[in-house]
T-cell receptor
Framework: GQNIDQPTEMTATEGAIVQINCTYQ??????LFWYQQHAGEAPTFLSY????GLEEKGRFSSFLSRSKGYSYLLLKELQMKDSASYLC??????????FGAGTTVTVRA | GAVVSQHPSWVICKSGTSVKIECRSL??????MFWYRQFPKQSLMLMAT?????????EQGVEKDKFLINHASLTLSTLTVTSAHPEDSSFYIC???????????????FGPGTRLTVT
């Protein structure tokens, strides 16, 4: 089975940095995705990690440690538009995505 | 590229009726599509995997006779919620894989979702 954990909510100030952690225990691993989802909309792709280490893409970075079953998404220079739900998802051997419950990030002025 | 559309974007139906939701890949051929359901403030739960030309594979606990999936072409999969009840009210999202992509092989492209309300 799949077990993916991430915090339920986080709040931060505009311009600050927030780190969203995700731990997973899955049967089969072919990488980890981070998605952003605004209310009532579909998820949008942020990052994909399959090897250990840090991937940086503009204001967003994602880290993976396969041995620890751990990933984080780092959001820098927070903007109001970054207020959304952030979903951690693991890919299993049959291309299926298993999602965590999502972390709601609220950015305050 | 890699755009997925869904229709309708929202639908209201009466209890006991059936509703069909379409998922289309607009600029690529998708041999595999996925159907998810998302209840308020919860994450996406995979319902089934739809493969072109073959029967869908349903996740445990999902009734295949209630949620009929047809993947008749490489660009279209449909989900029919039969005899809908209020507890079926949810946000239904489809996604598709583009098998021709050499990078991001596991990436899924999501449709915009369909909000179903059963009264």
């Amino acid at each position: 089975g799949q077990n993916i954990d991430q915090p339920t909510e986080m709040t931060a100030t505009e311009g600050a940095i927030v780190q969203i952690n995700c731990t997973y225990q899955t049967s089969g691993f072919n990488g980890l995705f981070w998605y952003q989802q605004h209310a009532g909309e579909a998820p949008t792709f942020l990052s994909y990690n399959v090897l250990d280490g840090l991937e940086e893409k503009g204001r967003f970075s994602s880290f993976l440690s396969r041995s620890k079953g751990y990933s984080y998404l780092l959001l820098k220079e927070l903007q109001m538009k970054d207020s959304a739900s952030y979903l951690c998802a693991v890919v299993s051997n049959d291309y299926k995505l298993s999602f965590g419950a999502g972390t709601t990030v609220t950015v305050r002025a | 590229g890699a755009v997925v559309s869904q229709h309708p974007s929202w639908v209201i139906c009466k209890s006991g009726t059936s509703v069909k939701i379409e998922c289309r890949s607009l600029d690529f051929q998708a041999t595999t599509m996925f159907w998810y359901r998302q209840f308020p403030k919860q994450s996406l739960m995979l319902m089934a995997t739809s493969n072109e030309g073959s029967k869908a594979t349903y996740e445990q606990g999902v009734e295949k006779d209630k949620f009929l999936i047809n993947h008749a072409s490489l660009t279209l999969s449909t989900l029919t919620v039969t005899s809908a009840h209020p507890e079926d009210s949810s946000f239904y999202i489809c996604s598709a894989r583009d098998p021709t992509r050499t990078s991001g092989d596991y990436e899924q492209y999501f449709g915009p979702g369909t909000r179903l309300t059963v009264t």
